[in-house]
């Protein structure tokens, strides 16, 4: 399947960690410590993974960025990113050591589990992607982590086959942990939302959507039935941030991932971003950001 163009892909990841362990291009698991600031991790930049990014943290704090929301993070939490979601990572100094899946979308739809059972999750995260979990609930999926881990290392026969079960059992025994400790999340009536909340989710929804194409106000409250001054009024209210704020952060956000990590030249992502030409297009990264597309694409 055709990755989504601003996509890193786990093969780029692995080129840039050999130590990382995985199969294939579309798999990798990692545990290995290290220390801030003698290294850089490859989270230090917005990245946008097609797949899900799964991490437990066993040592070390870090503030974390999942699609513009900020998240202090330290032992025991853990991290779900869902498919497209934009994922910064700025550690704190000292020593780190995270367990860690990505796995890739072609490689999740083949590992045969009811994906149906875990979409009240996946609906979830957008509003909560960080959940503290005990020493006992680590202790529960590192059990897991270890088998598949060894699994790897010994690369026997049906080598990928045992993983992508382990795996699935590994999801659901997460899945478990998480309905144990958030049963809301399956329940027929979840909690209530103001009128406003929802509105606002609706146009994160459509921004995660159109943004590469759509940077005016007047579009998404159009979307959403609402004057342009009302639906300004609500996103306001809500978040603390203008509409304009989060369009213009959303915008570059993405435009961070795809310099840093596409293929694409300068031109052409101000093209793929909808920008009238380069010049347009570098005027506004710098204003936001206070330096060009080139000095941000090589730093």
């Known amino acids: 399947m055709e990755q989504e ?8 990841i692995r080129k840039l960690n050999p130590a990382m362990k995985g199969i294939g291009n579309d798999f990798i698991m990692d545990s290995t410590e290290y220390y801030i600031p003698d290294v850089n991790s490859i989270f230090k930049y917005p990245l946008r993974l097609d797949g899900i990014i799964i991490a437990v943290r066993k040592q070390g704090s870090a503030t974390i960025n999942i699609n513009l929301r900020e998240y202090n993070t330290t032992k025991n939490d853990l991290i779900l990113c869902a498919p497209g979601d934009i994922l910064q990572s700025i550690p704190k100094p000292g020593m780190h050591q995270t367990q860690m899946f ?11 589990i009811n994906l149906n059972s875990f979409m009240p999750f996946f609906i979830s995260l ?11 609930e680590v202790k529960e999926l590192e059990a897991f982590y270890t088998l598949i881990e060894e699994t790897i290392d010994r690369n026997d026969n049906f080598r990928t086959e045992i ?12 899945g478990s942990i998480l309905h144990r400790r958030q049963p809301e999340f399956l329940s027929v009536n979840p909690k209530s ?13 459509l921004l995660t959507e159109h943004h590469r194409k759509e940077r005016r106000v007047d579009f998404y409250a159009e979307q959403l039935f609402l004057s342009p001054k009302h639906f300004s009024t609500v996103v306001k209210k809500v ?13 570059i956000l993405e435009a961070k991932a795809l310099l840093k990590y596409s293929v694409m030249s300068i031109q052409e992502v101000a093209y793929y971003m909808n920008f ?9 990264f710098k204003h936001h950001t206070g330096m060009s597309p080139s000095e941000y694409k090589v730093q």
């Open 5 to 12: 163009i601003g996509n890193i892909s786990i093969a780029l």
């Open 102 to 112: 990505l796995i890739s979308s072609d490689f999740l739809k083949e590992m045969y």
């Open 126 to 136: 957008k509003e909560q992607p960080i959940f503290s979990l005990t020493d006992e």
């Open 163 to 174: 993983v992508r079960r382990l795996m699935g059992a590994y999801l659901y025994k997460l």
């Open 193 to 205: 939302m103001k009128r406003e909340e929802i509105l606002f989710n609706q146009f994160i929804n």
């Open 239 to 251: 978040s603390g941030k203008t509409a304009g704020e989060w369009i213009d952060e959303y915008v």
């Open 276 to 284: 009238p030409n380069p010049s347009f297009f570098g005027k506004y």
